[in-house]
């Protein structure tokens, strides 16, 4: 790019900066009704526009990044999708532009330091633009007056592959668990011999320890994971408090920058209204005196050109009355008009220097509203940022509590990938599930309470629970004598 060019696209870049601080808004560029964004038509590097339920985020990234999240917490684990423009071409600081007026060639793209592209969304359209983030995460760019989409970032296609929230990871496993126990129970309750029943028992129970074990190893890692991103999240709010304290630092030197310039604009206004009427009053003396060198050369050509004037002429005392005069008078002109120059050329140096103060008010006003508009996205984003962390670190509370549930019975019951010990010898004589359904029990009474997975979800899996409990008592009347094919899977301690 020609260097002409990229010195007016960082014009005009600078421009849009100058005439509006940051603002949260969920759009770029005009609407239908003919409104522009409160961001106007580009993203700086650092800013953002959000959806409108605050849950989706689409960064201008510094690297050069335009990234979109699902969260306040601007991580790779977090990000849905990047342009892939990091670092390309010559460098920071990037901006993510519209086309401001319309043309073919126009598109939306992301420019780095020298105007160069080094990213565009690959659609160029005639006519202005309207980038827009919905609530479902999904990313829009249609015409103003078009609902056509021309380009668009379908974000929740990534969303449903995402597999880290406690539904979609230990959830299946414990529901697993329990179908798996029902289903063992079922069968178990419809055999003849005790034989047969051991047999559903050395089938079925090595499934439901390997299920159990997942679920302990799943609870561990996304334990592990929550407490990566609650690490991450308090990184990030440092950064964010060490942000809005320079930003109050920035606004207390710009507030003493301000100060000291409006005075030296008040005085140097009063030294520029001081010289102006100087140099006024000089302009009405020698238009004054211009006025009376002329009344009297009139007079004079109009007593020459008359016969009685001249007799009047010769009758003076002193003929020369008027040439004297004239004289005189010319010379006091000539002394103003030899005044008037360097009056002027003060008057426009004052002037001149009181159009640079305040040009450089303008400048720190400027600065002052972006700085403002910083402090107002920091402020937002640490907002955020912190009702996620408390949510992150309830959710590892609740994790851990159940990591340490689950880890505790499994200990107990010996389970292992392949082997557990689930059953119990009574002390009647008889073979029962008591281990296993006292572990399901705590097991899903514990994520119940813990809120981790929704009411319906909740209400299910007591439900089930609540059938497995009905069929031990069931299994219980059977009086499974007790066998050595089964031995291992009896807790060692009451084995009798």
């Not at 460098?91 to 086309?99: D, F, I, S, V």
């Not at 980038?131 to 296609?157: Q, W, Y």
């Not at 994971?225 to 690490?231: F, K, L």
Request: glycine share 4%.
């Amino acid at each position: 790019m020609s260097s002409w060019i990229a010195e007016l696209f960082n014009r005009s870049v600078e421009l849009n900066s100058a005439v509006r601080p940051w603002q949260q808004s969920d759009w770029l560029g005009f609407d239908s009704c003919d409104k522009i964004s409160p961001l106007h038509y580009a993203l700086r590097a650092g800013e953002f526009i959000s959806s409108p339920n605050n849950k989706y985020f689409l960064v201008m990234e510094a690297s050069g990044d335009l990234a979109l999240y699902n969260s306040w917490l601007w991580v790779s684990a977090n990000r849905l999708w990047s342009s892939g423009s990091m670092g390309k071409g010559s460098g920071a600081p990037y901006t993510l532009t519209l086309p401001t007026t319309p043309s073919n060639a126009r598109t939306m793209a992301i420019n780095d330091r020298n105007g160069d592209r080094v990213w565009d969304c690959g659609v160029k359209h005639q006519g202005r633009l309207c980038l827009k983030l919905m609530d479902n995460g999904r990313v829009t760019l249609v015409d103003e007056h078009s609902p056509r989409v021309l380009f668009s970032i379908d974000s929740a296609l990534k969303i449903e592959t995402r597999d880290d929230s406690f539904e979609d990871v230990v959830l299946p496993l414990i529901s697993d668990t329990v179908a798996t126990t029902l289903e063992m129970q079922r069968e178990a309750l419809v055999c003849v011999k005790d034989d047969d029943v051991v047999d559903v028992f050395i089938k079925k129970g090595p499934r439901i320890a390997q299920l159990l074990t997942a679920a302990t190893s799943a609870t561990s890692k996304m334990l592990e994971r929550t407490n990566h991103r609650v690490s991450a999240a308090l990184l990030k709010q440092k950064e964010l408090v060490e942000a809005l304290e320079a930003r109050n630092t920035d606004h207390i030197e710009s507030t003493l920058a301000l100060e000291a310039i409006r005075k030296q604009v008040d005085e140097q206004e009063q030294a520029v209204r001081e010289a102006e009427e100087r140099l006024t009053e000089l302009e009405r003396a020698v238009d004054n005196m211009q006025r009376e060198m002329n009344r009297i050369q009139q007079e004079y050509k109009q007593y020459e050109t008359n016969t009685f004037g001249k007799v009047f002429l010769a009758m003076l005392s002193n003929p020369f009355d008027f040439t004297s005069k004239l004289l005189h008078d010319k010379s006091r002109l000539d002394a103003a008009l030899r005044l008037r120059g360097p009056f002027s050329e003060e008057c426009a140096q004052r002037r001149s220097y009181y159009d640079e103060l305040i040009a450089q008010l303008e400048k720190i006003r400027g600065a002052e509203r972006l700085n403002l508009g910083k402090k107002k996205l920091a402020t937002i984003h640490l907002l955020g940022l912190q009702a996620e962390m408390d949510e992150l670190k309830e959710a590892r509370s609740q994790l851990a509590e159940l990591h340490v549930s689950l880890a505790t019975k499994c200990n107990r019951l010996g389970i292992a990938a392949g082997s557990a010990q689930i059953l119990q010898h009574e002390t009647e004589g008889f073979i029962t599930m008591s281990p296993l359904i006292t572990l399901l029990k705590e097991v899903v009474e514990r994520i119940t309470e813990t809120g981790l997975v929704s009411s319906d979800t909740s209400a299910a899996l007591l439900a089930d629970l609540k059938m497995v409990d009905a069929a031990a008592q069931r299994i219980k009347g059977l009086e499974i004598e007790p066998s050595k094919a089964i031995e291992d899977m009896v807790v060692s301690n009451l084995w009798a």
